[in-house]
């Protein structure tokens, strides 16, 4: 009822002008309709567009005229803002304004819910565009009031509830009107995340990865839907298809997230306007290259209190930067073209927007650009340009009337003004008397100063070093100031009143003595030395704005590295080919390919590295790693093959760099073991510094995580709702969706509107042996088993990662055409594996199967050198051997030998140079190249570290600065790096 009534309101008041027909039983119907004119202002047309004494005039809620002379029309009320200055209103383009939170679903039975439980609606709960803030929307005076304080004049709301939110809701905030007026538009954008609902307990997706890949096949059912071709209505996606034409709002949490969402919209040509982080500066190429415009919070992060010397050494050096750069973001992003708007979300719009906005101005932000983010940005975004966002004729009157530039602090805001209503926040008729005055009465001279808000001034009176009792009243510019006696012996009192008018520095009127005689007196201001305090603000120092770094944290290049020419000479080469292990060789790189190995070469132009007594090897694949990820498991189905790790790499994760000093140059990012059947990997090159997109292996061939055991049946998560809950179960599990793959194949070459299944879709790629498998697997009848079902499907397991009774079986791995990538020694951290021996990895070499030894770990990955030199201690495999281990064999898993895993002319020159035997507990690794660019280099390292020390003294210098300057400062506070292994599980909310 509610929902028709405010809609009802809404089509009523849809124009202000619009011919009234309600009835009115509680007055007279006659309203006030006339124009009111304004004059003697400076104008802030547009941002770029100033009017000196200029004129406008109001009418029906809208502006009629504006110019430097306009005609002022009969019977019109004239208003004159002479010292004052005049701005469009602002616009916040991401709020919740008046739009009542959703209550959380009940926990139920504390099992996981996998089915929705919306009938008539999309297969996920969290999906829900057909939310609309009409239905719960209630206008909201006291944040309305803070609002205006901040200088806004309209905001776009939303239901803020869901990955696909529903569309958002345009309001005026017209402190008089009903919502009726106030609705602006009833539909102003569709609204996006990555965050679930609350009103639903329904587990998917659980990841970061699983929200995006919802959202596509969202998408695809929507496309599809729209043909007709479905047997049931589904309101959900009804919806969807009716928000499609509208902004496109995204919602992210951080920096990485908002080139996701980015990434999601250019896959289906829809341009997503980005709530952003504020950190934008940290990626500023890839977020120039999305397009988009973003949505800024004006909050930046306090300074840390870091007079402890041990707290202080648990801030990070990345925030640290973030609290030193984060200011001058906006100013970066004018700079660079990058169009924004800004929000007062996840502020207190009336204490920290305009407080924030001119620190952003301090750091570099022109006023021009800062007026154009909350005015012109906004309205051109939501097609509203011709109505919002300038004072011009036929636009709404909003605007703000300031007794100065609205970007200095020392400026008030009078009154905000939506809709032609007027909310006075300060009466701006009233004379500002702050000063120090001078004020000689009945023979003695009084030292006044008055303080505070002009409406409310206090004051502060002293003869001499004698503080006098005294009480200030100012109303209608009219002052009366009571003086106590100097003798406070006697209770007498010199009563003081004058009008002012208007700004003066001689104040003067009539003032009545003790005795009860009349007199004159005339108060003058003078100059005075400034406070401490004054003279701290006025020589206010902005912190020196740290260079960005690559990525911006710990170990970060200040300037990405290059590929480079190089020639190792003297070196002792490992070729992992037929010449096997090349004593005093020299080895040419050129143009990131191994172009020359042979001995005396000429270097040409490229850098010379003497080699001599080291060693210089492939680079390190780790076939089986968790690192540089924000997720790991989508554990919300028993299937996840629509979800791709490629989606959640993390450039930033400090492991990278980490397992590049240990040799490592590509890794397999593997999905969790949630569920039988995981995501797609993603195959990733080191290149620390680089984007996530350009840490992905070019043309790198496609990969998927299965998984056996006690994991996929969650025998230690306590959920007993989700099948499988057995191995036998585990089994049907892969029946069930390959019989189902192959029915999709064909009714997909049949009907070419089909549905697109992601899901299916990469199902059907393992069937074709277009996509590999990598199945996490520990016990030697669960093996057996998954062999047998894709024998019977026409394919074959790619390779079987921990395989810890592979020994077991090895003949029929090697039969089936299946890899081992196994751990050397791990043991007994579960009852599956009870059977795992150190011999693991030799007896399945001796069978002719390819094995690999990974790590599954983000330490252990730092020396697979070392975990490779365990196979010649059990079971003597040469050292060759046990070296192609952790280099060539994972390259020809992983099917990129072709490119990697040796030393061979024409390969990419992903090379190491040790300091010693590769499978020495003593060696270390000098240089570390990808593609002929060095990504880790010892000495240079050494530098980085001398760097950071500094940047860290300078950086706490800077906060214990500010601190004494009264800055706002946060506590320290711990913060726990995750150890990520195939088992972690996370949730998005």
């Not at 043309?699 to 230690?716: M, R, T």
Request: a negative charge.
């Amino acid at each position: 009822m509610k929902l028709k009534f405010l809609l009802f309101l809404f089509l009523a008041g849809a124009q202000l002008q619009a011919q009234e027909y309600f009835p009115k039983n509680d007055g007279v119907k006659t309203t006030k309709t006339g124009t009111t004119v304004f004059k003697n202002a400076r104008i802030h047309v547009n941002p770029t567009t100033i009017i000196e004494n200029g004129m406008f005039a109001i009418k029906d809620g809208k502006i009629s005229a504006v110019g430097k002379n306009i005609s002022v029309p009969a019977n019109s009320q004239t208003i004159d803002l002479n010292g004052k200055e005049v701005y469009p209103s602002f616009i916040d383009l991401y709020s919740e304004f008046g739009v009542e939170k959703p209550k959380a679903a009940s926990n139920g039975n504390g099992q996981p819910q996998y089915d929705a439980s919306r009938e008539g609606y999309y297969w996920n709960d969290h999906i829900r565009p057909d939310n609309d803030p009409l239905s719960v929307f209630n206008f909201d005076k006291e944040k309305a009031g803070k609002l205006h304080k901040a200088g806004f004049g309209v905001v776009n709301t939303h239901l803020a509830d869901g990955i696909i939110r529903g569309n958002g809701m345009l309001i005026a905030l017209n402190p008089d009107g009903s919502n009726g007026d106030r609705i602006l538009n009833q539909r102003s954008a569709q609204y996006l995340s990555f965050d679930k609902s609350v009103t639903s307990r329904q587990s998917y997706p659980t990841s970061k990865m699983g929200a995006m890949a919802l959202i596509r096949q969202a998408y695809y059912d929507a496309a599809w839907y729209a043909k007709g071709k479905a047997d049931n209505k589904d309101l959900a996606l009804e919806a969807l298809n009716s928000n499609k034409n509208l902004l496109q709002i995204f919602t992210t949490d951080n920096l990485l997230d908002e080139l996701r969402a980015d990434k999601i919209g250019d896959e289906f040509g829809i341009q997503y306007t980005i709530l952003g982080s504020g950190f934008e500066y940290e990626r500023l190429d890839e977020i120039k290259e999305s397009e988009a415009t973003y949505i800024l919070p004006l909050k930046f992060p306090d300074a840390y209190d870091v007079e402890d010397p041990f707290m202080a050494s648990k801030v990070s050096l990345h925030e640290m930067k973030r609290w030193n750069q984060a200011p001058a973001n906006l100013k970066i992003l004018a700079k660079n073209k990058v169009p924004f708007t800004l929000t007062t979300q996840g502020i207190d719009a009336e204490k920290d927007f305009r407080k924030n906005l001119i620190k952003a101005l301090e750091y570099g932000l022109s006023k021009e650009d800062a007026l154009a983010a909350l005015t012109t940005v906004p309205a051109r975004l939501l097609g509203e340009e011709n109505n919002l966002g300038a004072i011009k004729e036929g636009a709404w009157a909003n605007f703000i009337i300031t007794s100065g530039d609205f970007f200095d602090k020392e400026t008030t805001l009078f009154e905000n003004w939506v809709q032609g209503k007027r909310a006075v926040l300060e009466n701006m008729n009233i004379t500002n008397i702050k000063g120090d005055y001078e004020l000689p009465v009945d023979g003695n001279s009084y030292e006044v100063k008055i303080s505070g808000e002009p409406a409310k001034p206090k004051a502060e009176v002293k003869l001499g070093d004698t503080k006098i009792g005294s009480k200030l009243s100012f109303v209608d510019n009219w002052m009366n100031l009571l003086l106590s006696s100097p003798d406070t012996t006697k209770t007498e009192y010199i009563r003081l009143v004058a009008n002012v008018p208007s700004e003066t520095d001689k104040i003067s009127g009539k003032a009545i003595l003790a005795n009860g005689k009349e007199t004159s007196f005339t108060a003058s201001r003078k100059e005075v030395e400034a406070t401490s305090e004054e003279k701290k603000e006025a020589t206010k120092e902005i912190p020196e704005v740290k260079p960005v770094s690559f990525p911006n944290n710990a170990y970060g290049f200040t300037e990405k590295p290059k590929q480079e020419d190089i020639l190792f000479t003297n070196a002792t080469v490992w070729t992992n080919e037929e010449e096997g292990i090349l004593k005093n060789t020299d080895v040419l790189v050129k143009n990131g390919k191994i172009s020359r190995i042979g001995q005396n070469l000429n270097a040409g132009g490229a850098t010379v590295v003497d080699a001599t007594g080291k060693h210089l090897t492939t680079g390190i694949i780790d076939e089986h790693s968790h690192i540089a990820a924000s997720a790991i498991n989508e554990a919300g189905h028993n299937s996840s093959a629509e979800v791709s790790m490629e989606d959640v790499v993390d450039p930033t994760d400090i492991n990278i760099y980490r397992n590049l000093a240990g040799g490592v140059t590509t890794i397999q990012l593997l999905h969790g073991s949630a569920n039988p059947i995981g995501g797609r990997s993603a195959i990733l090159r080191l290149k620390w510094g680089e984007s996530a997109e350009d840490l992905i292996f070019e043309d790198s061939p496609k990969f998927i995580k299965f998984a056996l055991g006690e994991n996929v049946k969650q025998s230690n998560w306590g959920s007993r709702s989700r099948f499988p809950q057995s191995r036998m179960g585990v089994e049907q599990v892969f029946t069930d969706y390959f019989t189902r793959a192959r029915e999709y194949e064909e009714n997909k070459k049949s009907d070419k509107d089909y549905r697109k299944d992601l899901e299916m879709e990469t199902i059907v790629e393992i069937l074709n042996m277009d996509r590999y498998v990598s199945a996490h697997s520990y016990v030697q009848s669960e093996i057996n088993m998954l062999m047998k079902v894709a024998e019977n499907f026409d394919f074959n397991i790619n390779t079987f990662t921990h395989i810890l009774e592979g020994y077991k079986l090895a003949d029929k791995m090697k039969e089936h055409g299946a890899g081992g990538s196994t751990f050397s020694d791990w043991w007994a951290y579960k009852y599956e594996v009870n059977d795992a021996i150190p011999f693991n990895a030799p007896i399945m070499h001796s069978q002719g199967v390819t094995v690999a030894i990974n790590s599954d770990d983000a330490e252990m990955s730092r020396r697979l050198n070392q975990e490779a030199a365990k196979s010649v201690k059990y079971g003597g495999v040469s050292e060759e051997d046990a070296w192609k281990f952790v280099t060539l064999n994972p390259a020809k898993l992983l099917h990129i030998d072709d490119k990697v895993g040796s030393i061979k002319t024409g390969k990419d020159a992903d090379l190491v140079l040790w300091s010693d035997h590769p499978l020495s507990v003593y060696a270390k690794p000098e240089k570390t190249l990808i593609q002929g660019t060095v990504y880790f280099d010892i000495e240079r390292d050494k530098q980085i570290r001398e760097r950071i020390s500094e940047e860290r003294n300078e950086l706490i210098t800077q906060m214990l600065k500010a601190k004494n300057n009264g800055v706002k400062t946060q506590p320290v506070t711990k913060k726990e790096t995750l150890h990520i292994h195939c088992d972690f599980l996370e949730e998005i909310h």
